[in-house]
């Protein structure tokens, strides 16, 4: 069954610096997704992406934050400068369609920003 | 903003018992409730959903019920087994206008053999 895969599992960085973290999505998918889960928080949307632009952002998703899809097969979310509190548990999905449509879940990256 | 309670955050039963969970939600316009179901080291996995124009779904040993007037659904586990055991989130979603998912805070179920 296709599943969702996220690399790395864990990524560790000094404060300030900038990550990317990297999805590919199920093939056949067209619509990606970023959430996130806070240590001991619920999990909380980002960013829906299709078509090359952003569909839909969240207030969490400010200027630091930026996605692309820079080939046919990954998704990324970079974070320019990292905080502290961006510490956390960076999940993405992708659905076959748009709003009426599951979303499916990659395995997540552990960001510790120290 | 919308917003999705969930209870109970812990919950421990007997194998071959029944699991209930609980989650309220406080858009109206909500729609759309998926079940995922997360396990050590993985990310959410759909285990069931249910949309506004039904009041229950089944799968197995799986059901949904959703309640509109008093906004709330429930996820109904029977003859729990061990491998049940995992971390259960609750969402909402407004499908027709809106990609976002307004997960509830997670109910962790263990299955006692």
């Known amino acids: 069954e296709p599943e969702v895969t996220q690399t790395p599992s864990h990524q560790v960085t000094q404060m300030g610096q900038e990550v990317i973290l990297r999805c590919v999505p199920i093939s056949n998918h067209l619509y990606f997704y970023w959430y996130r889960q806070i240590l001991g928080q619920k999990v909380e949307f980002l960013v829906s992406?299709?078509?090359?632009?952003?569909?839909?952002k969240s207030e969490i998703f400010d200027d630091q934050f930026s996605v692309e899809r820079p080939d046919g097969s990954n998704f990324t979310l970079k974070i320019r400068s990292t905080k502290l509190e961006d510490s956390a548990m960076y999940f993405c999905?992708?659905?076959?369609?748009?709003?009426?449509?599951?979303?499916?879940f990659g395995p997540g990256t552990r960001l510790t920003v120290l | 903003g919308e917003n999705v309670e969930q209870h109970p955050s812990t919950l421990s039963v007997q194998e071959g018992d029944s699991a209930v969970i609980k989650c309220t939600y406080s858009?109206?316009?909500?729609?759309?409730f998926p079940w995922y179901k997360q396990e050590l080291g993985k990310g959410p996995q759909l285990i069931i959903d249910i949309r506004s124009n039904v009041g229950e779904k089944k799968d197995q040993r799986i059901a949904v019920t959703l309640n509109k007037t008093a906004k709330h659904f429930s996820l109904h586990i029977t003859e729990t087994q061990p491998e049940d055991s995992a971390v259960y989130f609750c969402?909402?979603?407004?499908?027709?206008?809106?990609?976002?998912?307004?997960f509830g805070s997670g109910t962790r179920l263990l299955v006692r053999p």
């Open positions: 992406f299709y078509n090359n632009e952003i569909s839909e």
């Open positions: 858009d109206s316009a909500s729609n759309y």
């Open positions: 969402a909402a979603n407004k499908e027709d206008s809106s990609y976002k998912l307004i």
């Open positions: 999905a992708s659905g076959r369609s748009g709003l009426v449509s599951t979303q499916y």
